[in-house]
């Protein structure tokens, strides 16, 4: 192994720890709070779609024979740049995340005070919904392709593309997932009962995470490990953008909400609870 090639590795672990550490902090302050005031469901319920998606992805990326030949057929004979622990992170993802989602559907079973509505908004519910067609759309466009006799995956409609369409649902949901919960401390002026903590360790997951697959299309020589895998790139550049606007939030715009303390902090949150619900955004 060539020292690019260690660096690749060093960087696809360290990623992999910074982003699958990133789900801890929100899950572990609401426990301590006993609450998920301050945040919103929208975040978590997308969220989970997302990885279980990135995670069907990846694994047809590492272990399909027939994806990974498509591919090369696609990508001048490449093979994917996903990494086995691309396959760690986002099986952890979607296992950690869905525990996340059930401190806000089923508060009771963890003793959470019922502060707001625990129904996701229109809009998310939409996305969801629209995602499950879209994958369905284009298994039914290559399963009608194949019907038709022998494709050639270079140009026609093959299995590689319903995998593209995983990656991609994935990519969306990045686009929108953080949206509804920087409208929340947009309205409440504050950051408070949102954990900085994740998205610090987002932050660095995102560098290294493009750093690596930049590394690995150098080693191949060729801008496809890139361009053949556009999911993974954009999320984590998307990642950083969305981080950069959580840190001017929490630093910069509404860093004087976060001198009371934690206590002032569940006062603050648990004491308006209706006011927090009619805050709430639908994004209707």
């Not at 296992?95 to 059930?102: D, E, K, M, V």
Request: hydrophobic share 45%.
């Amino acid at each position: 192994m060539g020292f690019a090639e260690f660096v690749s590795g060093l960087f696809g672990w360290i990623y992999t720890f910074c982003w699958s550490a990133s789900f801890y902090p929100q899950l572990i302050l609401n426990v301590r709070r006993k609450s998920t005031a301050g945040t919103t469901v929208d975040f978590p319920f997308i969220n989970v779609l997302g990885f279980v998606a990135y995670a069907a992805s990846t694994l047809s990326f590492y272990y399909s024979p027939v994806v990974r030949s498509q591919y090369a057929a696609r990508n001048n004979g490449l093979t994917p740049t996903v990494q086995f622990n691309d396959i760690t992170f986002a099986l952890h993802a979607s296992a950690i995340t869905s525990i996340t989602l059930s401190q806000y559907l089923a508060r009771p079973l963890w003793g959470f005070a019922l502060t707001s509505s625990n129904r996701p908004s229109r809009f998310v519910t939409g996305v969801w919904l629209g995602c499950l067609v879209g994958v369905l759309v284009t298994y039914i466009v290559v399963a009608s392709v194949k019907a038709k006799g022998p494709v050639d995956p270079a140009t026609d409609w093959c299995e590689l593309d319903i995998v593209y369409a995983f990656g991609y649902v994935k990519l969306f949901i990045t686009l929108v997932k953080f949206t509804p919960q920087i409208l929340v401390n947009y309205r409440n002026k504050s950051t408070q009962g949102w954990s900085i903590s994740q998205i610090t360790l987002d932050f660095v997951g995102g560098v290294l995470s493009t750093a690596q697959q930049g590394i690995d299309s150098v080693l191949q020589h060729d801008w496809s490990g890139i361009t053949g895998n556009p999911v993974k790139f954009a999320l984590g550049n998307i990642s950083m953008v969305y981080d950069c606007i959580f840190f001017v939030q929490h630093y910069i715009l509404y860093n004087h909400a976060q001198k009371g303390g934690v206590q002032a902090e569940e006062e603050s949150l648990l004491g308006n609870e209706d006011d927090e619900g009619q805050r709430r955004p639908r994004l209707d």
